[in-house]
């Protein structure tokens, strides 16, 4: 049996006080239907850090997986970038 694709995601720590567990946004910018602008718009996710290994402000990038409670079912793939 063959597994699905998952949703990845990249987006930046902004929460790592809980125990492997992490808090991510994720940025993007939409087109406002009338005016045409631009505007930023992000969400926020839960994902599981077996390692306790990010820190805030880490570019990290997330995967779909199983819910592991009640609100995280992401889980860590990479940590791009450090932060400074």
Not at 13 to 32: F, G, L, P
Not at 39 to 52: C, G, M, P, R
Request: hydrophobic share 35%; with cysteine; proline share 2%.
């Amino acid at each position: 049996m063959e597994r699905k694709l998952r949703k990845e995601k990249v987006g930046v720590v902004i929460s790592n006080k809980m125990n492997k567990t992490i808090v991510i946004q994720v940025a993007r910018k939409v087109k406002h239907p009338i005016y045409g602008k631009f505007v930023k718009k992000s969400s926020t996710f839960a994902a599981h850090d077996e390692k306790n290994e990010c820190r805030e402000g880490d570019v990290v990038r997330i995967a779909e997986t199983r819910p592991l409670s009640k609100n995280k079912c992401w889980r860590l793939v990479e940590i791009i970038e450090r932060a400074k």
